[in-house]
């Protein structure tokens, strides 16, 4: 079983959609766990941290559960400046980081 | 966020020579870096971990003789495709973070290598 697995993808939605994705992380000691996206042939940046008790920034809401080791990643209200690479990442016991396949978006006009 | 540079951003090269790509951390002390590498479409993949002062510490199936990471100071990792081929064409990328546990890291801008 891999680390850090995501939902295959890809996922094209239409503009003004609501899309989740999952991840699921198999060691139960990961200490902290970040959503980052990556566009097309550049670096991953940060989209944001994951923290237990859920949290939300805009129209991105991240939520941990930790007992069912999955973390998931909502956007509400898709703008087309949303279609990427959105990958899941989890720090492991080791302070190592951990990255998902990642999930590609397309947000069709 | 935190700022790091890599570079160069692309280098094209013969083969059997080798590469030296720089990563650098602008305005903190890297505690660790991480050296990944991103085949298309594929998800990154960790090559290597090197903390500020010792040795790396390279991921199953990594040749440390082919790939040298020197981590010499708080804000500057190298590393050295050494003899590089084509299949090491590939989009190279390290990153930078302070301190352990939950901090999240900064990347570069990425090194895209072509081994011709």
């Known amino acids: 079983r891999k680390e850090v697995e995501q939902d295959p993808g890809p996922f094209n939605v239409p503009e003004g959609a609501t899309v989740a994705f999952n991840c699921t992380y198999s060691?139960?000691?990961?200490?902290?766990f970040f959503w980052y996206r990556q566009d097309c042939r550049k670096e991953p940046k940060l989209l944001m941290s994951v923290y237990s008790s859920g949290n939300e920034d805009g129209r991105f809401t991240a939520q941990l559960n930790r007992a069912s080791q999955y973390i998931s990643l909502l956007i509400r209200d898709s703008k087309l400046s949303d279609s990427a690479t959105y990958l899941c990442v989890v720090n492991s016991p080791a302070s190592q980081l951990t990255f998902g396949s990642g999930t590609q978006l397309t947000v069709l006009p | 966020g935190a700022v790091v540079s890599q570079h160069p951003s692309w280098v094209i090269c013969k083969s059997g020579t080798s590469v030296k790509i720089e990563c650098r951390s602008l305005?903190?002390?890297?505690?660790?870096m991480f050296w990944y590498r991103q085949f298309p479409k594929k998800s990154l993949m960790l090559m290597a971990t090197s903390n500020e002062g010792s040795k790396a510490t390279y991921e199953q199936g990594v040749e440390k003789d082919k790939f040298l990471i020197n981590h010499a100071s708080l804000t500057l990792s190298t590393l050295t495709v050494t003899s590089a081929h084509p299949e090491d064409s590939s989009f190279y990328i390290c990153?930078?973070?302070w301190g352990q546990g939950n901090t999240e890291a900064f990347f570069g801008q990425g090194t895209r290598l072509t081994v011709v």
């Open positions: 305005d903190f002390q890297a505690t660790t």
């Open positions: 990153s930078a973070r």
């Open positions: 060691n139960s000691a990961s200490q902290s």
